[in-house]
């Protein structure tokens, strides 16, 4: 089992910057990759990044491309989402997830913080 634990949400203004975190625990070995979903009020959940644990990058949405980066420090077991210039559509409580194997789905998951960017 793995447990992911996100922190660093919070209400930022429009342009600014958070940097969330998501600490693993647990059979970390078994970790393949680590991604970041999102899902805002009344829409669907959508995937915003991911990795694999060692941190090559596999995806980013066409959204975040260029203003959030996902890494990942196995000595700390945490997996990191920057997120920049901000929007107000950025707005959502974000997830961590973890995946066992290339292409499977994501059966790890965190409680999810909230982010809120002000215009």
């Known amino acids: 089992q793995v447990q992911l634990v996100e922190s660093g949400g919070g209400l930022v203004q429009a342009g600014g910057s958070l940097r969330l975190s998501c600490a693993a625990s647990?059979?970390?070995?078994?970790?393949?990759?680590i991604a970041w979903f999102r899902q805002a009020p009344g829409k669907e959940r959508e995937l915003v990044a991911a990795s694999t644990w060692s941190g090559v990058v596999i995806y980013y949405a066409d959204s975040v491309k260029g203003r959030f980066t996902i890494s990942s420090d196995n000595a700390k077991n945490t997996a990191y989402l920057q997120m920049n210039t901000l929007k107000s559509e950025d707005t959502a409580v974000y997830y961590c997830?973890?995946?066992?194997?290339?292409?499977?789905?994501?059966?790890?998951w965190g409680q999810g913080t909230q982010v809120t960017v002000a215009s």
């Open positions: 997830a973890a995946q066992r194997y290339r292409g499977s789905l994501y059966p790890y």
């Open positions: 647990g059979r970390t070995s078994s970790i393949y990759a």
